[in-house]
Structure formats: C-alpha cells, structure tokens
C-alpha cells in the first residue's frame, strides 16, 4: 500500500496537502471509502479512510494509529556537501533507506560546495522514506561550520579521513551510544582541521582500504554502525 505524508496540523485537519492530495487522487486513483496508510515522520501510522476525493484538498478520517519503534542507531553524521549536488543528494537518498538519525552539512577548508536548498534536500528525505516504509524521518539540519560541529557533546565523536595517522576500523567498534561522525570533502580535511578535532575528542576511524568519494564514505559509514550498533 502507498504511503502518504501528512504533518500534526494536517492530521488534525484531517486533509492532505496539495502534492499529496494529487498523488493520491489524481496519480493513485484513490476513491472516497478507500482505505490509506499515513505517517508523520515520527513514528505514527496512520490507517485513515478517504472521505472526499478532492485532489487539490483529500480530505480523510482516522480508523486507527499505530506507533512504531525507531530503528535506526542514533547516528548523526556531519558531512561536506560534494560540487555536484546530485552525488550529496544520492547520500541522503541511501543513508535515509539504511537508517540515520541526523545529517549536518558542514563547511571545510576544502569545501566546494557551501549553499545546500535544504527545502530541496528535505524533499529526497521524504521519497525515500516513502520507498523504505521508513515512518521515523531524518532530521536535515541547516549548513554549518566545521568549527560548530567540533562543539558538539556526543560521548562517542568520530573522524574519517585520509592522512595516515593512527586510525581504528570502523567495522572493528561496537556503537553503543549515540554517535557522531565527521565526514570530510573531496579534497578531505585539512591537516589543521584534523588536529583540532583530535583535541575536541573526535577519534580517527578507517572505513577501509580504499580510498572513498565522500558520498560513498557517508553510506560505508552508515551501513557500518547499523551493522555494529549494540542497542
């Protein structure tokens, strides 16, 4: 069955939005008495049955609300958005379907990319939470400075890079607690920035042999901690 997206106030409102609304009635075909499952992105489904086929305003009526369990690790990574955008927005798409917490765009020395349209990004967030029957939501927070994110109070603070200091496999670490991993640009971070975040407590990690794309060591990432993650 497809899933639809409706936020609190829609659902007390009992309506789609518009985009929404088209999809169902116009695309789906969907009829007034028809039976649709909903989510609002934190973990409520909803099974609702349509009462008005409007597709500019469906309007619906809840049957039942299930509340499910979140399970995706608590991982947040901070990444620097790639030049081409298509390559940061295939991050999303994968990480959101395998399962992440938060994602922060960061700024680096060696950044290429430093405007994100999170609106946009938010949107791919969404259809892939659509695809993977995902009913808790990333949250996509606003573009940040690396020197923020250096702030952050996780007990567990991780670093990928390409430097060949002392470093642990990722693959080796048992997750858990909530975590945060810091994931450079193309160009990777600068040896300052390493050094920095060394000393605010971040602990260098390999993701492996291979020296990865950013995109592709945000996903190897990913799919590493949910492997390993120990609730």
């Known amino acids: 069955m497809h899933l639809f997206i409706a936020n609190n106030n829609e659902i007390e409102l009992g309506v789609l939005n518009g985009f929404e609304s088209k999809h169902c009635i116009k695309v789906l075909r969907k009829s007034s008495g028809d039976q649709i499952k ?8 909803l099974t609702a049955k349509i009462k008005d086929a409007d597709f500019k305003r469906c309007s619906f009526e809840v049957i039942e609300i299930e509340k499910t369990e979140k399970l995706a690790p608590p991982l947040h990574i901070a990444i620097a958005p790639t ?15 395998i399962g992440i917490s938060e994602i922060t765009p960061v700024i680096c020395f060696h950044s290429e990319r430093k405007t994100i349209k999170v ?22 927070n606003d573009i940040s400075s690396l020197s923020e994110i250096m702030k952050s109070s996780y007990k567990r603070k991780l670093i990928a890079h390409c430097d060949d200091n002392k470093k642990v ?12 991993i810091l994931i450079g640009p193309e160009g990777d971070f600068s040896k300052d920035e390493i050094e920095l975040a060394i000393k605010s407590g971040f602990e260098p990690i390999s993701l492996g042999n291979s020296r990865l794309r950013t995109e592709t060591a945000g996903i190897v990432a990913c799919t590493t901690i949910n492997l390993n993650y120990e609730k």
């Open 169 to 180: 496999e990722l693959k080796t670490l048992k997750i858990k607690e909530p975590t945060l």
């Open 83 to 97: 030049k081409n955008i298509e390559r940061f927005e295939f991050f999303l798409e994968k990480s959101t379907e």
């Open 119 to 140: 609106e946009r990004l938010n949107k791919k967030i969404v259809s892939a939470c659509k695809q993977s029957r995902n009913y808790h939501f990333p949250v996509l």
């Open 38 to 45: 909903i989510t609002d992105g934190v973990g409520n489904l």
